[in-house]
């Protein structure tokens, strides 16, 4: 794929907008970073999320100063996630498939040796970030899948457990019974509304030697077709990671970022001289050009939202949206802590009914 750099250059009315929110924050606006000298530059340790990973982002970054190798810090930050029951989004606890059972992704990217792994559709494994991992480290391939993935993570050690909570149970068993007026499946009489999510974490991380590496992991869609698999563990849609250039990631509605490999896009974007929330807001409207009609309203804008994170290998970044009111997670020297997306839309702008969320 080729982008020129006039392309992104061309600052839409949506981008400027989305773009005074960085401004407001009071970034700077950085050089390109294809000034930078590729494999290698000093760079300052900077590790971002999507906003569900503002505990694991301290964790890895505390590791990454440390010494601790980017990815394995990552990981380390999104087994928090994983390994938490009340997040109902990752692992242990996340939301089921249509027939109640958990089925994870995950992905890592990283930089420094050009490798990657990933799992997807696994089932009874807590951390599947670490499973992508393994596949990485012991095997001459980039993902497993299913029943052999599940089967692979045994042989090398990983523990089995049930990753259905009494939580995701009941909230299953109520989304089920309000399925079909007419079936045999009598409604709860609490009036506890069950939302479809796609909740998910990604962590991104550079070293003060400018080492990246990238980690997504998720529970995917709830109540998802069995076997479905989303964006989390395909290298390029759900992560990427290029030493010379940054990281990005998403989450949200994977199958509307696996259409334009959305990280693997903002990190091209990032190579021919876009600033972080220039390429993620470039990868957004992009998004919407791919969006079928059935998921946009009338003004063209989507039903669903999805959000992008970018880092550059000199420490910049940003989060993106496609509607206003969505946060990161970031932490550098200054600490841990939120901040804003950029945005394509206002909140006013969003629709206010979702064919997947009625
Ligand atoms: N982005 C997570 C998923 O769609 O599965």
């Known amino acids: 794929m080729s982008v020129s750099r006039r392309d992104f250059l061309a600052t839409s009315a949506t981008t400027a907008a989305a773009l005074a929110v960085s401004a407001s924050r009071g970034d700077a ?15 300052r340790p900077v590790v971002l999320a999507s906003s569900n990973g503002i505990r694991g982002v301290k ?8 010494g601790t190798d980017t990815l394995d810090a990552i990981i380390a930050g999104v087994n928090i996630q994983e390994l938490d029951p009340n997040d109902q989004s990752v692992g242990l606890g996340g939301l089921p498939n249509e027939e109640g059972v958990v089925q994870l992704d995950a992905s890592v990217m990283h930089g420094p040796t050009r490798r990657a792994g990933a799992v997807a559709c696994i089932e009874d494994i807590a951390t599947p970030s670490l499973v992508a991992k393994a596949v990485m480290d012991y095997t001459d391939h980039i993902m497993l899948a299913g029943q052999d993935a599940r089967r692979f993570a045994v042989n090398m050690g990983f523990k089995t457990q049930n990753l259905l909570t009494e939580k995701s149970r009941q909230d299953w068993l109520r989304w089920k019974s309000r399925l079909n007026r007419g079936d045999a ?22 070293n003060a030697a400018g080492d990246l590496s990238s980690c997504t992991t998720t529970s995917g869609m709830a109540w ?18 290029d030493n010379t250039v940054g990281a990005a990631g998403s989450t949200g509605r994977g199958e509307a970022n696996i259409k334009v490999c959305g990280a693997f896009l903002a ?53 993106a949206s496609a509607y206003e009111g969505s946060d990161f997670a970031v932490c550098d020297e200054k600490g841990a802590r939120i901040e804003k997306c950029v945005y394509l839309y206002k909140k006013e702008q969003r629709p206010t009914a979702s064919p997947r969320e009625t």
Request: hydrophobic residues 40%.
């Open 29 to 43: 606006l950085p050089s390109p970073v294809s000034r930078l000298a590729p494999g290698g530059a000093a760079s």
């Open 185 to 206: 499946w009598l409604d709860h009489d609490d009036d506890i509304r069950i939302k479809f999510t796609t909740g998910t974490i990604n962590m991104n991380a550079v």
């Open 267 to 319: 990190v091209e974007f990032m190579r021919n001289g876009a600033t972080p929330e220039q390429a993620l807001i470039k990868v957004m409207e992009r998004v919407i050009a791919m969006t079928e009609k059935r998921l946009l309203d009338d003004n063209g804008r989507p039903y669903f939202d999805l959000n992008f994170y970018a880092l550059t290998k000199d420490g910049r970044y940003a989060g």
């Open 59 to 66: 964790v890895a970054y505390d590791q990454i100063v440390a």
């Open 224 to 241: 998802k077709v069995p076997g479905r698999v989303g964006d989390s563990p395909i290298i390029g849609a759900g992560q990427y990671c």
